[in-house]
């Protein structure tokens, strides 16, 4: 299994920004960073595969950029937004090798190594 620690979080006002780190103590073809806000289901934000194809909800494109170096997976967040309040996850999927359209699906099922969540607040 793949231990994963996030870092990073904190509260902004809206228009900030907060770069998230996530130390991994190991690889899969595919990782990503989840979130829930309040109330609502955990949701698919930003996904990394074979280390350079990236995927983002809607919700965040144009605001957010996840990469990947040796040491972290690194989740930008500019333009921050109050609806952006939530607790942000770094995951791995379940499987040792994933496709492509799984990673871009952005499925909550398909991953099941997770850190234990950075809060970020975001006040308007």
Known sequence: QVQLMESGGGSVQAGGSLRLSCAASGRKNCMGWFRQGPGKAREGVAFIYGGG????????????????????????????????????????????????????????????????????????
């Open 53 to 124: 194809s990236t995927y983002y909800a809607d919700s965040v494109k144009g605001r957010f950029s996840i990469s990947q170096d040796d040491y972290n997976i690194s989740l930008q967040m500019n333009s921050l937004k109050p609806e952006d309040t939530a607790k942000y996850y770094c995951a791995a999927p379940r499987l040792r090798w994933v496709s492509e359209s799984t990673c871009s699906a952005r499925r909550l099922s398909d991953f099941g190594d997770w850190g234990q969540g950075t809060q970020v607040t975001v006040s308007s």
